[in-house]
């Protein structure tokens, strides 16, 4: 059986290596524009998948590799390698645009984003949500969906909150878990 959350680690590294040879050879602007998801997008559209992949520092990528390895094993095996890999990117990939363009919308700073965090938070809502003991209380108390949403939107605001920090993409994480606590809901990854 093939397993998604190793192959993710490895796609991760590649793209810091690579990120490094750019920079190196190339500077850091350009390793920006070809990693980093900025506005507007159409400038360079295939940041929306890089920077998924891509990372600031080292200790960016371990930490997001450390929570994505022990988020990524456990949901990977309600569902199968390439609706898996396809959850991630797509995930990141509205997570961090939404932060670049929250950015450049709110802040009015075009600040570019990169990262797999809010994926990581995508996965975490997944399992909260997803697992079969919020499906039964979920079931049992016949909570509306208008009602669940409410909740999920009241939790990520909570949790985003709890865990912001100068320079971390406050946004794509609150995207990244909402998506992940609907997705678990509806079980988008079961088989």
């Avoid at 009015?108 to 499906?135: E, H, K, Q, W």
């Amino acid at each position: 059986m093939v397993r998604a959350t190793p192959q993710i680690v490895s796609i991760c590294l590649f793209v810091y290596v690579a990120q490094r040879v750019v920079a190196l050879l190339e500077g850091w602007d350009r390793m920006g524009e070809l990693f980093a998801v900025s506005l507007p997008l159409d400038v360079y559209p295939w940041t929306i998948v890089t920077s998924v992949y891509a990372h600031a520092t080292l200790w960016h990528l371990l930490s997001n590799l450390a929570l994505f390895a022990l988020l990524g094993i456990a949901v990977e095996r309600q569902t199968g390698a390439i609706r898996f890999h396809a959850f991630v990117l797509t995930s990141g990939a509205i997570a961090n645009v939404s932060q670049a363009v929250f950015s450049n919308a709110v802040v009015g700073v075009d600040v570019p984003v990169l990262g797999l965090s809010g994926a990581v938070f995508a996965l975490a809502g997944y399992l909260l949500t997803g697992n079969r003991i919020s499906g039964f209380v979920l079931d049992r108390f016949e909570i509306p969906r208008t009602v669940q949403f409410v909740i999920y939107v009241v939790l990520a605001i909570a949790v985003t909150i709890a865990t912001a920090e100068p320079g971390v993409a406050i946004v794509g994480h609150f995207t990244g878990l909402l998506l992940g606590l609907v997705a678990g809901a509806g079980n988008v990854l079961r088989r």
